[in-house]
């Protein structure tokens, strides 16, 4: 049997770095935001859906996540509606990297785990995070980000104190040696509690 260790962080968290970290170890790593980007490209099977709730976000046969969110800005009742498209969709995706995975620790990088309750979905939880003032230095570092995007964009998650007393591990990405010493303490945690 599979554990099943779903990872997630708000945005500037280090998030996806850690996540590498758990690649660079040897495990298979399920990722929502590349799961998304598969549904948006072409032939993806988001494409048809959403061009129906959304036509001028569909471009060459693809979604354009760029226009898409426009939209949404301009139109806020967008967002459930593509929700409703996207999430069975992602689910479908993140329930065949499961049933095809022989590993025997899964990671699954899920942005909004805690706000959308998925935590019982998963074994166990490790929220990656990071002071605000690191991670605001990181996000806006981040080639066309900008302060009003990541405000927007922080509104929509959960504070990280909300999302500390949820998770069931915890690992601050001050350091990359740090991080990674962590990541690999935790797999050897998770390998001896659960083997």
Known sequence: MTFRLGLTGSIGMGKSTTAAMFTAAGL???DADTAVHRLY???????????????????????SRETLRKAIQTDPTLLPKLESIT???????????????????????????????????????????????LQRARVLSRPGMTETHFQTILARQMPDAEKRQLATHIVETLDLFATEAYVKSLIAHIRARHA
């Open 41 to 63: 490209q072409q032939g993806g099977s988001a494409v048809a859906p959403i061009s129906e709730i959304c036509p001028e976000a569909t471009v060459g046969g693809s979604v």
């Open 87 to 133: 999430h069975p969709l992602v689910a479908t995706d993140r329930a065949r990297f499961l049933a095809e995975t022989t590993a025997d620790i899964a990671i699954l990088d899920i942005p909004l785990l805690f706000e959308k309750s998925s935590q019982h979905d998963f074994d166990a939880t490790l929220l990656v995070t990071a002071p605000p003032d």
């Open 28 to 30: 298979p790593v399920w």
